[in-house]
C-alpha cells in the first residue's frame, strides 16, 4: 500500500458498504495508474467480509474482469477515479486495468521500486491471458522499462515484444513493460548465447526466456506447437547450416521437467545434444519440485554436461525459498561472472543465486541431500554467531576449501562488522573440510547476490569474491 494512507472518519447513520466506498474514494485520491490497491483476501480480512463481497467492493473500484482465482492476483485502481487517465491501450477499451501478481497485506510497507507488477492495459481480457505464468512469464517486474535496460539491442525492441505478444493473441500497440528478469535466468543465458545463435523453444513457451534470447542476439525457432515433445521433433530435420546453440524446456505449472518428455523423447534430445553440440536449459519455478526429482535420469548421466537447469532452492533449504539454484557442467559453472547478477535490479534486492558445479558422472540428488544434513547439523552454530553480530539469517554454500556463511542482510550493517564476522566464519572450515573430505563431488559451490546498482553492495560482493 501506499505510504501516505487517507483515513475517513466513521461517521453515524452510514452504512458498512457506503462507508466502505468512501473510504476507498478516499484512499486511491491522488494515486497514479497500476498503483497497488488492495487484494481480495486482504480486503476480505480487513473489513471482515466474506471474499465475493469483497470481490464486489473491488470491481467497483478497480479494473473489469479480475476473477481472484489464485489469492496472490491483485487489484489496481481504476483510472475513472484517477485525474490523469492515459489514453486506452486496447482498441475499444472502456476501462483499462493495471494487473499485478502480488499485492501486499493491507497496511504493508510499499516500495515502488521493488513491487512487481505488469501494465497490461485491457479491459475485459480473455480468461487465457489472466493466466499470466503460463502465457505471460513476465511477473517479475520493478518498474524498470525494457528500453532502458537495451543498450546494444540490435533491433527495434518494441516490435520484437509486439510480435511475441502477438503470438499468445494480444494487440498492444504501445506500453510500457515493467519487468526485470531472474538474474538467474540472464545470467545463464547471456553466458551461453552469441548474436545469431539459434535457439529452439516451443510456441507456448516462457515469456521472460523469449526476452532474455532476444536481448542476447538469438534466433528463435518455435516448435509450432506447445507441446514439449515437439523440440525433439523440430531437431530432427536441422541441417548442419542452422545450428542451434540451445534447446529451451519452459517452466510449467505442475509438471516437472523431467516429466515434460517422454523417456524416449528425452533419450533422443540428449543423443542431438550430444552430436549437434548443443545445451539444453531447463527452467522450474514450481517449489514442489524444483531440485526433487533431479532430471535427467540416471540413464542420460552420459549427456549430463548438455543440461544447464535453472530453479529454486526452497526443497533444498525452505526458508530461503527466494534463493535461485543453477546446476551445470563444471566448465560451464566456472566461466559464469557472478558479478555480472549486479547489472540486474531484483524485486527482492537481496536475493540470492547459488550456482552449483558439477562433474559429469556427479549424482546431484544425493550431494543435495548431504548439503541439506550438513546444514542441519550446524544450524545452531551459524544461528548464535548471526544473531550476535547481525540479527541475520545464514545461508550455507560450499566453496572449494569448505563451508562460508553468507547474509542476508536484515538491516544496514558495517562493512567492517561484516567482514569481521566473516573471519570468525572461516574458524569453521577446517571442520567442513574433515567432514566432507572424499564424500562430497561437487567441485564448487559459489554464492553471489543479485544487488542494484549500488556502489557499497558493489564493494561488498567484490570482497566477498575475494573471500571465497
Partial sequence: MPERLLKLEKKEGFLVREETELYLKDLIRGMKPGDPFFSVRSLSRYLKVKRHAAELILRKFTGEGILNSQPYVGYFVKESYLLNEPPPLYEGSDAPFYFRTSAPAFGATYYPAHERFINLGCATPDPEILHLEKYLSLYQGTGVSFKQRLAGFGQDFSSAIS???LRRGISIPSVNFCVIRDSALSLVVSS???????VVMSDWGDTEAEIAFLEAGAEILYTGSDDEGMLVDKLAPVSGSEKIKAVFIRPMVGVPACKRLSEERMN???EYAEAMNFVVISLERDPDFCIDPIWPPLQNRKY????ISISCVCNVFPQYSNTDIVTGPADFISGLSLSSSIRFPKPDP???LVLIQMEEDGELQTQIKRLQNYYKGCRDYLSDAFDYYLRGKAVLTMPDEGLHAFIRFGRKTDLSVLLDWMGEGCLYHQAANNHLAGDFKVSSVRLGY???GIETHKKLFKKLSNII
Avoid at 192 to 198: A, L, T
Avoid at 304 to 307: A, M, S, Y
Fill in 163 to 165: 510480435h511475441i505478444l
Fill in 192 to 198: 551461453v548465447i552469441r548474436r545469431g545463435d539459434r
Fill in 268 to 270: 533422443m534430445l540428449f
Fill in 304 to 307: 549430463f554436461n548438455r543440461l
Fill in 350 to 352: 537481496l536475493r540470492l
Fill in 450 to 452: 543479485g544487488f542494484p
